[in-house]
């Protein structure tokens, strides 16, 4: 039987899931690996050429690294700057002529004359093409690569309405943010008009730092959105044992409620009740913590406990987006939507039927799915990755859940119904499941993405190796686990797969990442709840990446007991 080390491996993408996936299959022994990325430079959201002044990091939990190399300590959020040389650090050393850079994937698909994948790409310096071949393909190209820029405010239609100014997109910023800073001049104090205003569409993170670094730069600023991001903030630093722990993970409910604590604080009418209260509490503290005040379009946000679209600003900074807005310096058009450009090439329209002049607009609309083009439409059905309409059946399993009673009210247009994804665990398509060929990471929504995307490398891993774990025996019983899941993700975060992508939400797994990696870990038959504590203590264990250190251990040693 040959060895499947031996094979060769495609990863897509150089962003953290790639980087960490192709750490975790070298350190098993596999020897052909080779990550593609279009990028110049490693860290795929965090690339060099896409970080820019100001940007910090927003990941709720806080930690973005991985078990074989530290971060280094730093006084307040880790910056955009510090996570590019974190990942470009971890690049070097670990996968050094590993990853090949300026390389554009035109088209994955299996190679039908024999095993394997054929992965069409152009090198975008010399723009030749050629066809690399490998035996296995991780797909590792996540949620925020491709911009999704609405058509009745895109660049080309601002171009075809005779619009004057620049229009970019947010993920744009740091290439064009030289010319946008010479376009559009700082205002003068005598004369706060004439320099012109720059509109920023949204009201998510880049959309927030974009306008504290523009505004810091001595720009005016307005910010128009619907409705903005939920947010946590605090006066001082939280303890660890609230901050990196389960507590929250525990006060968000899972799927599966495996403990006696989840279960009182989620299917009871007095857990329903604390559980509503602490998120009413962090959400209040929070606005107050950022000097929000109660008239205030921010406080018109997204729900802490219902939704994933959270920023996690911590302290107040004094130069951040808040403190500009709480002093004045940022003005808020809200709630509001940018619905066209003007007739007159200086200004935008609004939902309202007002005007507002521009002489540029950054739009943090967000990004659609990166696999759009990677695979066609035939490949994907092969697969099983092409996204559905949700089951007409409901099987209603979750209705003794107390805590999601009562749930928000959305409404899907006809061009955005809810859908489903069949993606097993968020790892791989349910119909590839038996062939231990494809696998996908960095798809799943989660915010302790370092912890969470290492863990999933070691499934993925394991499941190339073919080794013994905890998988479903046909495509049709991993169908019926990604449908059980999908409507899960219905209930418990209604309307938020209208926003996702899905290259960015096989599986939503935000506050209750705690829960999913434990399930994880039990499919490749090994401990979870791995930090610890006695029947009282649990939830406020700290989770340290050294609880995953030694995966790689621990499943050779499982392999080796099997063998005998």
Not at 96 to 107: A, F, G, S
Not at 110 to 134: A, C, F, H, M, P
Not at 205 to 221: C, F, P
Request: charged share 25%.
């Amino acid at each position: 039987m040959t060895d499947p080390r031996s094979d060769a491996i495609g990863i897509i993408g150089a962003g953290a899931a790639g980087l960490i996936t192709a750490y975790t299959l070298l350190q098993d022994g596999f020897k052909d690996i080779q990550l593609l990325t279009r990028d110049k430079t490693a860290g795929g959201i965090w690339a060099e050429e896409r970080v820019y002044p100001g940007l910090t990091i927003n990941n709720v939990y806080g930690e973005f690294q991985f078990s074989p190399l530290s971060m280094p300590e730093t006084s307040g959020r880790p910056t955009g700057e510090d996570m590019r040389s974190y990942m470009s650090t971890f690049a070097d050393q670990f996968l050094k002529d590993r990853i090949r850079y300026d390389t554009e994937v035109l088209n994955i698909k299996r190679n039908n004359s024999s095993d394997g994948w054929l992965v069409e790409i152009e090198d975008k310096r010399s723009r030749t093409r050629q066809v690399l071949r490998y035996a296995k393909i991780v797909l590792c190209t996540g949620g925020c690569s491709s911009p999704l820029m609405p058509d009745e405010i895109s660049s080309a239609t601002a171009k075809s309405s005779g619009f004057n100014g620049l229009v970019i997109h947010s993920s744009q910023f740091r290439s064009q943010m030289d010319d946008l800073l010479s376009i559009v001049k700082p205002v003068e104090a005598n004369s706060p008009d004439s320099a012109g205003r720059i509109v920023i569409v949204g009201g998510g993170k880049s959309a927030q730092d974009i306008a504290a670094y523009l505004t810091n730069e001595g720009r005016k600023v307005s910010v128009v959105f619907e409705r903005a991001d939920a947010v946590l903030g605090v006066t001082s630093p939280l303890p660890d044992f609230i901050r990196r722990s389960r507590f929250l993970g525990i006060m968000s409910p899972h799927s599966e409620l495996k403990t006696r604590l989840e279960r009182f604080l989620h299917t009871t009418w007095l857990g329903s009740k604390i559980v509503h209260f602490v998120w009413n509490t962090i959400t209040s503290t929070s606005f107050d913590a950022l000097r929000i005040p109660k008239d205030s379009p921010l406080r018109h946000a997204h729900s802490l406990f219902w939704g994933i679209r959270t920023n996690d600003e911590g302290v107040l900074r004094p130069n951040g987006f808040h403190s500009l807005v709480a002093d004045g310096k940022i003005e808020l058009v809200a709630p509001a939507r940018v619905t066209g450009y003007g007739k007159d090439g200086r200004s935008v329209k609004l939902s309202d039927g007002r005007t507002l002049d521009a002489a540029a607009v950054i739009l943090g609309t967000g990004f659609t799915s990166s696999w759009e083009g990677l695979l066609s439409e035939k490949t994907a059905d092969e697969l099983g990755l092409s996204r559905h309409a949700p089951a007409d059946v409901q099987t209603n399993q979750w209705d003794n859940y107390q805590s999601l009673r009562d749930p928000p009210s959305f409404q899907a247009t006809s061009k955005q119904q809810q859908w489903a994804s069949s993606i097993y665990r968020g790892l791989v398509p349910y119909k590839n499941i038996g062939r231990r060929d494809f696998a996908i990471n960095g798809a799943i929504f989660t915010t302790n993405n370092g912890y969470a995307f290492e863990t999933f490398s070691h499934w993925i891993s394991a499941y190339f190796l073919g080794d013994k774990m905890r998988l479903p025996a046909t495509p049709e019983e991993a169908f019926a686990a990604t449908e059980r899941n999908a409507e899960w993700l219905r209930k418990r975060f209604p309307g938020m797969l209208l926003w996702t992508n899905e290259s960015y939400s096989s599986n939503l797994a935000f506050f209750t990442w705690p829960q999913v990696v434990d399930e994880i870990l039990e499919d490749l038959e090994l401990p979870s709840l791995r930090s610890g504590g006695n029947w009282f203590t649990w939830p406020f264990r700290v989770i340290h990446l050294t609880e995953i250190a030694t995966l790689r251990e621990e499943r050779d040693a499982k392999r080796l007991r099997e063998s005998r």
